[in-house]
């Protein structure tokens, strides 16, 4: 949750007006979105991060799209956020007045052709990020194991809330690509009972956002009562630059390639996406307001004092060439991260 304490949102739609007037715009696109509302997706129920980071946006960029149009955000959960992104592209309308926050797996998903995917994440027109996503799997302490090379020496035990949370299939293909010898314990409803069992030395460790972790355990950080292991991203957190990434310890040049199939999702982060067939002025429209957005100075001083990290952001064609590299992985590497995955 990074740090955004609330109270619950009224369940169905929040209506976030937006009144302030856009900058000189292409008249029709204008007058497309003028007394409109936008409606802004989330494949997951109301509160965590993607819910987070959506309200973030539709508080602000409405002054930035042409005709200032009003931010309605609407939560989509089901099947792992596949309902929402296979409505998207089967379904949504197909004109602008829809955007949604993208699931950071969904071109992996794809490629792995995963069951139930009814979409081409290559038609997803990307509008921007928002920010990355940095995980990192820690120890406590008095764990033995205090470093990744610790973790390939001993049997580490480590928490999961079962075999598709992101922190059992990371440690899973660690140790089918990088040596380790983590026991992975499944059955904790989430992340604050593994963390309770942790400090009660059921487990060793747990993974968790690195962004959450510094606002939710800065005392421990503060402390020095945790170890951090490995963090899984494309380039390393500035504040961990002693902390490997999942994707430099592979054994091989093939298990290094398939480790960094698994950080394409970090890199996605949190993004924002729209229907295939949008008309191209509207899509420049949206990426205009996006980008402007994320410099606006109320959203920066809001993120300031709710301990949100924004950034660095990333622009739409930034994004369709992440998803297009994570669409060319070839087939013997996506081979090698389905059967590091377990699948």
């Known amino acids: 949750m990074c740090g955004f304490t609330r109270a619950a949102p009224v369940a169905g739609a929040i209506l976030i007006a937006s009144g302030v007037a856009a900058h000189a715009a292409d008249p029709a696109v204008e007058a497309f979105y003028r007394g409109r509302n936008v409606e802004l997706y989330v494949g997951t129920t109301p509160g ?3 819910d987070l980071y959506a309200r973030v946006v539709a508080r602000f960029i409405g002054k930035y799209i042409p005709g200032n149009p009003s931010l309605v955000v609407k939560n989509m959960p089901g099947a792992g956020q596949l309902t929402m992104s296979n409505w998207l592209y089967k379904a ?14 969904a071109a992996i998903e794809q490629a792995l052709k995963s069951d139930g995917i009814q979409y081409d994440a290559a038609q997803f027109r990307f509008i921007g990020r928002v920010a990355p996503v940095v995980e990192v799997t820690y120890t406590w302490g008095g764990s033995p194991t205090k470093t990744l090379e610790d973790a390939r020496r001993r049997e580490t035990v ?21 040596g380790t010898k983590f026991k992975i314990v499944n059955g904790y409803p989430g992340g604050g009972e593994t963390n309770l069992a ?12 690195w962004a959450s972790m510094k606002v939710d355990n800065a ?4 402390e020095k009562k ?10 390393r957190a500035p504040d961990l630059p002693d902390v490997p990434l999942m994707m430099e310890l592979g054994r091989t040049e093939e298990a290094r390639t398939a480790l960094k199939v698994f950080a394409m999702g970090n890199a996605m982060g949190r993004s924002i996406v729209t229907t295939p067939g949008v008309p191209p002025e509207r899509l420049a429209a949206l990426r205009e307001a996006f980008d402007a957005t994320m410099r606006d100075s109320e959203l920066l001083a809001f993120t300031r004092e709710k301990n949100i990290d924004i950034g660095p952001p990333l622009n739409g064609a930034g994004l369709d060439k992440l998803v297009a590299e994570t669409l060319a992985f070839p087939a013997n590497v996506l081979a090698t991260v389905k059967k590091a995955k377990g699948d």
């Open 198 to 209: 942790m400090q009660r030395g059921e487990v060793e460790g747990n993974s968790k956002s």
């Open 158 to 178: 480590m928490g999961a809330s079962g075999p598709t949370s992101p922190t059992y299939y990371y440690l899973q293909a660690l140790n089918e690509l990088a």
């Open 48 to 50: 965590g991060g993607y």
């Open 219 to 222: 005392d421990w950080l503060r």
């Open 226 to 235: 945790v170890n951090i292991l490995v963090q899984y991203a494309l380039e």
């Open 92 to 105: 949504a309308p197909r004109d602008g007045s829809v955007i949604a926050m993208a699931p950071q797996a």
